[in-house]
C-alpha cells in the first residue's frame, strides 16, 4: 500500500478516515519527529485534522473550561482564565519543547501520545478533567486517569477521535503548580515532574491533589501526599512528608536521561516545590507562570 | 505516489509534486529548489530548517509539506527583495553573528518572528525564542545582540 495523507474539513470525514484505518495527524510534533527517530514509522495512511475549527475552539463557562483537542501549547498557556485558574496547565503547557513545538503542537495530540513524560497530563489529571472521544459510533467520555494506560498507550479505540477536554474550575482559595526537573532551560523533557492542586480554606489545607510525571509508567496521583497535606496548614513539616510520600509512590527507570534512584531522589525536591508554589499560589502571592524556571533559581 | 499540491512559499504559488509523508523541508528544497533552510538534525532540536508558516515559527523538517498547502510559507529567501537584506539580517553581518553560517537562516526566521510578536524584548526574551535553534559554533552572544540591536533600531527609527 501506499503512502497517503487526506485532509478532513468535517470531523465527520476524519471519523470515516480513522474507521477505515487512517492515524490523525494535527501538528506533527510527536508523530512525525518519532518517525525520523525511527520509534515508529509513520503511518502509511494519514488523516490531516488541522482544518478542524470546531476542534480548535476554547470555550468557557462559569464551572468549566472546555479546550478543543487542537488547541496549542502556546493558546493554552496564554488563556488568561488558564493562567489565573488552571496555573499548572499553564505552567507545564508554557514549558514544552520550544516556540515551534509550542506554536504547532497540542493539547490533544500531548494527551493521546501519552508519554510518561508530558508536561500537561499531571495538571489534566489533578484539575479531575475529561476527554470527549468519538467515533463513528457515538462520542464517550472519560476521566485523564481512564484514558492514560500507560508509556505510549490509551484506552481509546483506533476509530476514536479526542475532541476536547473539560476542565472544572477548582473552587476559590485554590492555587496549583506544575513543576519539573531540567537540565537546560528549553527544549527540556522532563527528568522528573510534580503537579500540585490545593484548596485553603481559613488557612486550613482542604483538598490536596498531587500528581508525579515521568516518574511512573503512566503520570498518576499519589494519594499518600495528598492526605499528608489535607488537614494541614501547610507548614514545612506537612509538606516535606507529602513530598516524600510522593517519591515513595514513585516507580522509576534508569534511561539516558536520569538514573531511578536519582529520578526517586528528586521526586522530593520538585513535589516540595510544587507544592510550596501551589500553596503561595491558594494564599494569593504571585509565582510566575511557567513556575520552573523561577522555582529553580528561586523557591528553595 | 506522488501527488500535485501548491505551496505558497515568499509569497509566490509554487505547483510541486511530492509524496505524501514528505517533509515541508524536503519539499521546499527538494521539489521547489529553495535550499535556504537547511536540513540539521531532521529530528525538531536544532532549529536550522525552521521556517514561517503563516507568520509563525515551525520545524519544517517534522511538518509534512501537505498539511501546509492553503497557509503562506516564508523561508529565509523571502525576508528581503532578492539582493537586499532585512534590517535583522545586517545587523547580523554587523555584529559578527554569523560564523559557519548553517544555523542562521533559522536564527533569522525565529528572531524574524519575535520580531513581529514584541517591538522591544529582553534579552531573556530573545533567547528563549531562539531556544529551538542550535549554533555548534556557539556564538550565541553575537546573534541575541544582533536582535536585540535590531528591535532597538526599530525603536529609534519610529521616534517621531
Known amino acids: 500500500m501506499s503512502a497517503s495523507l487526506a485532509t478532513a474539513s468535517t470531523v465527520e470525514q476524519a471519523l470515516a478516515q480513522l474507521a477505515a484505518g487512517a492515524r490523525p495527524v494535527a501538528g506533527g510534533t510527536d508523530l512525525v519527529v518519532g518517525a525520523r527517530q525511527g520509534k515508529a514509522p509513520l503511518p502509511e495512511r494519514l488523516v490531516a485534522i488541522h482544518r478542524l475549527a470546531e476542534l480548535s475552539e476554547i470555550r468557557e463557562s462559569s464551572t468549566e473550561v472546555a479546550l478543543g483537542a487542537l488547541v496549542s501549547h502556546r493558546r493554552c498557556s496564554e488563556s488568561g482564565t488558564v493562567r489565573d485558574r488552571l496555573t499548572a496547565l499553564a505552567d507545564a503547557c508554557a514549558i514544552v519543547g520550544s516556540i515551534a513545538t509550542r506554536t504547532t503542537g497540542t493539547l490533544g495530540g500531548n494527551l493521546m501520545n501519552a508519554s510518561p513524560a508530558m508536561e500537561t497530563g499531571g495538571p489534566l489529571l489533578c484539575f479531575g478533567a475529561s476527554v470527549t472521544l468519538r467515533s463513528a459510533a457515538g462520542s464517550r467520555s472519560l476521566g485523564i486517569d481512564e484514558l492514560l494506560a500507560g508509556p505510549g498507550r490509551t484506552t481509546a479505540a483506533s476509530d476514536e477521535l479526542l475532541e476536547a477536554v473539560s476542565v472544572p474550575l477548582p473552587p476559590a482559595g485554590t492555587g496549583s503548580c506544575y513543576a519539573r526537573l531540567e537540565y537546560r532551560r528549553q527544549m527540556e523533557i522532563a527528568i522528573a515532574g510534580a503537579t500540585a492542586v490545593v484548596t485553603l480554606a481559613n488557612g486550613e489545607v482542604t483538598d490536596a491533589r498531587i500528581a508525579m510525571t515521568a516518574l511512573s509508567p503512566a503520570i498518576g496521583r499519589a494519594g499518600e501526599a495528598e492526605a499528608a497535606l489535607i488537614g494541614s496548614g501547610g507548614e514545612p513539616d506537612a509538606i516535606r512528608r507529602a513530598a516524600q510520600a510522593l517519591a515513595a509512590a514513585a516507580s522509576p527507570i534508569s534511561d539516558v536521561r536520569a538514573s531511578a534512584s536519582y529520578r526517586r531522589a528528586m521526586a522530593v525536591v520538585i513535589g516540595r516545590r510544587a507544592i510550596e508554589a501551589a500553596l503561595a499560589r491558594a494564599r494569593g502571592e504571585w509565582v510566575p507562570v511557567p513556575a520552573s524556571t523561577a522555582l529553580h533559581g528561586g523557591v528553595r | ?160
Not at chain 2, 26 to 34: C, E, I, P, Y
Request: hydrophobic fraction near 40%; aromatic fraction near 4%.
Open chain 2, 1 to 160: 505516489m506522488k501527488v500535485e499540491a501548491i505551496l505558497r512559499i515568499n509569497g509566490v504559488a509554487v505547483p510541486v509534486e511530492i509524496e505524501p509523508h514528505w517533509s515541508l523541508l524536503r519539499a521546499v528544497r527538494d521539489a521547489v529548489g529553495l535550499t535556504g533552510a537547511k536540513e540539521g538534525c531532521d529530528d525538531s532540536e536544532c532549529g536550522a530548517c525552521m521556517m514561517l508558516l503563516d507568520g509563525e515559527p515551525v520545524n519544517s523538517c517534522s511538518y509534512l509539506a501537505l498539511q501546509a498547502q492553503d497557509r503562506e510559507i516564508t523561508t529565509v529567501e523571502g525576508l528581503a527583495a532578492p539582493g537586499e537584506l532585512s534590517d535583522l539580517q545586517s545587523s547580523f553581518l554587523e555584529h559578527g553573528a554569523v560564523q559557519c553560517g548553517f544555523c542562521t537562516p533559522g536564527m533569522l526566521i525565529s528572531a524574524t518572528a519575535l520580531l513581529r510578536r514584541t517591538q522591544d524584548p529582553s534579552e531573556e526574551e530573545v533567547r528563549i525564542a531562539l531556544a529551538g535553534n542550535l549554533c555548534r559554533c556557539t556564538g550565541y552572544g553575537a546573534i541575541v545582540d544582533a536582535v536585540l540591536a535590531t528591535a532597538a533600531g526599530r525603536a529609534a527609527d519610529s521616534v517621531p
